[in-house]
């Protein structure tokens, strides 16, 4: 199973966790594989670097099973100042988001308990 194949594992099977930041994914994905540590974190900061990458240059990323990264795009809204009691314009602007694949939203959806 390749680095990649890993990661997309482990984020999609967590269960039962409050919080798992880089460190632990790379600890995690590490102790699985037996590769060293600074591997996998090189490995996960390139793949972080490549998606933000992508995204900067509007170009969405597409992992079949796992899910999207995309731009998405926000119109142009009025806005409040609630302190000066005054009316804003806020520009349409982009955004990058996540939309989970339906294997994914259907895993987490079965596994994980409503709090």
Known sequence: MTIFATLLLLIVTIQNIIKMTKADLVAKISEKLGIEKGDVQATVETFMDEVKTSLE?????????????????????????????????????????FKPAKIFLEGVKANVEVK
Do not use: C, M, Q
């Open 57 to 97: 240059s509007g170009d969405n990323v597409y992992l079949r099973g796992f899910g999207s990264f995309i731009v998405k795009t926000r119109a142009e809204k009025t806005g409040r100042n609630i302190s000066k009691n005054t009316t804003i314009k806020i520009p349409a602007h982009n955004i990058p988001a």
